[in-house]
């Protein structure tokens, strides 16, 4: 079951039965499944086999869960300095015969926030809050020490905004809020995420679908040297936006730094794309303001950016550098 981004924590009654909320962490969606015989088949949602990208996971659940059991959770690796790390969770993947070694060096949790079958039943159509309460006599014998563990729930929206708040210093990305009475849909969109976003600058180096009403904008920041550097693609534009571009920018002329194209997969709102990127260079010298979350990598932010407002009172050199948010 998948998420939708909104720009609030919903109020106790916009949910059915209630809301639940929970903290939204930064790591690989993975599904947890234990045959009647108890092997365990860890993967991702377009069913990536996980087992031995993360066997100290694997392991883990074969020690806790019971046969005839399916479970969803996240991935997620905690640093010493207690907060996540996204970047030792894509290592593991580069890894190959290092990730027996870096299981043991930098060990992940699985943290399980719903049960999809137990003892051989399908649970999907239960209320969230029914196979909550499955969930938590799963794991409620499980040791603290366990990889496996249950992702903190809330139902109460106060404290809620208190987790969103100060959970920020873990590197919580915000909450996930789901409807106590829903049952759990497969490959649908039913819960809400609400991201901590930050508004800063961006210089626009480039656009598709015309200058004159693009569609996404793609974003630069300059380097410490000075070189202007890809750092964030732009949600699509709503129609009313779009058409307020019109005069407002001006074809590249020779030297900009970028590509003709953009390479297939390239990140920052673009990731999973199959073919190169086709888009307009444009002078880099209009500002915008726009919203991001704190997730990096690579030099880039790795959602897509939402458009806020053009900044014609800023220059290109009045932008932060880097990824910084001022």
């Not at 499955?134 to 040791?143: C, F, S, T």
């Not at 901590?196 to 009403?213: Q, S």
Request: glycine share 10%.
């Amino acid at each position: 079951m998948g998420t939708t981004a909104i720009d609030h924590i919903p109020e106790e009654w916009e949910c059915s039965g209630g809301c639940r909320y929970e903290p939204k962490f930064d790591g690989f969606r993975a599904t947890a499944i234990v045959n009647e015989h108890g092997g365990v088949s860890l993967s991702s949602r377009r069913l990536t086999r996980f087992n031995e990208t993360f066997p100290e996971i694997a392991l883990a659940v074969f020690d806790v869960l019971p046969p005839a059991t399916v479970v969803d959770g996240e991935i997620v690796r905690w640093s010493r300095d207690g907060r996540l790390d996204f970047g030792a969770l894509q290592r593991r993947q580069v890894a190959g015969g290092q990730r027996a070694v870096l299981a043991l060096r930098e060990p992940c949790h699985y943290v399980v926030f719903d049960v999809l079958e137990a003892g051989g039943e399908d649970l999907r159509s239960l209320p969230l809050s029914d196979r909550r309460r499955v969930l938590e006599q799963l794991l409620a014998a499980v040791p603290g020490t366990s990889l496996v563990v249950p992702c903190p729930q809330l139902t109460d929206r106060g404290e809620a905004t208190l987790w969103f708040e100060l959970l920020t210093v873990q590197g919580i990305e915000g909450l996930v809020v789901k409807a106590a009475d829903d049952p759990y849909r497969e490959g649908k969109r039913g819960w809400w995420k609400v991201r901590h976003r930050w508004t800063t600058e961006a210089i626009i180096g480039g656009v598709t679908d015309g200058i004159d009403a693009p569609r996404t904008l793609l974003l630069g920041r300059y380097s410490s040297s000075g070189r202007l550097r890809l750092v964030a693609r732009s949600v699509a534009l709503r129609r009313q936006i779009r058409a307020g571009f019109a005069g407002v920018l001006s074809p590249a002329g020779g030297g900009h730094p970028w590509p003709e194209m953009l390479p297939a997969g390239w990140a920052g709102g673009l990731s999973g794309a199959e073919e190169p990127i086709q888009y307009t260079r444009v002078e880099p010298t209009v500002v915008v303001e726009i919203a991001v979350d704190a997730a990096a990598e690579h030099g880039r932010w790795r959602h897509a950016a939402r458009y806020v407002r053009l900044r014609t009172d800023l220059a290109p050199e009045d932008v932060p550098t880097g990824l910084d948010i001022e």
